[in-house]
């Protein structure tokens, strides 16, 4: 039984080696898979997912007005996929969020989606907030904080390595621009408790 699954974490967790990892044992095994991620975050290429570990694989790119629904029943008329993965599903619209459980529940293929759960402000991103509601299936992939706690938010730094407060919720970057940290360290950092 197909089913909608969700991957989340913050940044630097593993969650694309996961994915690729995820895919590759598919294909040994005989079976094809059909990759997607955002088109806006072209960090390993244009259509090609990367991990931080050196990985990467082709993939087909999304936009936010893409009708994903439509987008696999045209993959899905040039041969059978076994499973769907999703890079960087926080980019995903609402909609898209349904559309993938569409796919899952209407042309019984599985969808694996991989991505962030908050942004730098600790806010859900509007894909994550959809795939918690509908997800069948979620699994946290654990990092850990500077202090050896478990990881769960993310600050955004900017060019002089300061905090930053404000700014749009979409901004590529990685461990230049992003560090993972447990909710205390996040607080310290974003000025909302004093350190120890």
């Known amino acids: 039984m197909a089913k909608l699954h969700f991957h989340y974490s913050t940044m630097n967790a593993g969650k694309t080696t996961l994915l690729l990892q995820a895919a590759h044992n598919y294909n040994e095994g005989g079976m094809h898979t059909y990759l997607l991620t955002a088109s806006v975050d072209d960090r390993a290429g244009p259509g090609r997912i990367g991990s931080r570990i050196g990985?990467?694989?082709?993939?087909?790119?999304?936009?936010?007005?893409?009708?994903?629904?439509?987008?696999?029943?045209?993959?899905?008329?040039?041969?059978?996929?076994?499973?769907?993965?999703?890079?960087?599903?926080?980019?995903?619209?609402?909609?898209?969020?349904?559309?993938?459980?569409?796919?899952?529940?209407?042309?019984?293929?599985?969808?694996?989606?991989?991505?962030?759960?908050v942004d730098f402000r600790g806010?859900?991103?509007?894909?994550?907030?959809?795939?918690?509601?509908?997800?069948?299936?979620?699994?946290?992939v654990r990092t850990i904080c500077k202090c050896g706690r478990k990881a769960t938010m993310v600050v955004r730094r900017g060019a002089g390595g300061e905090v930053l407060h404000d700014g749009a919720q979409v901004q590529i970057g990685g461990n230049e621009t992003y560090e993972s940290l447990c909710r205390r360290h996040w607080r310290e950092a974003m000025g909302d408790r004093r350190p120890d």
């Open 55 to 117: 990985l990467t694989r082709e993939a087909e790119c999304f936009g936010t007005g893409e009708d994903l629904y439509a987008k696999v029943e045209a993959r899905l008329a040039e041969g059978a996929v076994a499973c769907i993965f999703v890079d960087e599903a926080q980019f995903l619209t609402p909609d898209q969020v349904w559309q993938l459980a569409r796919v899952v529940d209407d042309l019984g293929v599985p969808v694996m989606a991989y991505g962030l759960r």
């Open 123 to 140: 806010e859900l991103f509007p894909g994550s907030a959809t795939l918690l509601a509908l997800a069948d299936e979620m699994r946290e």
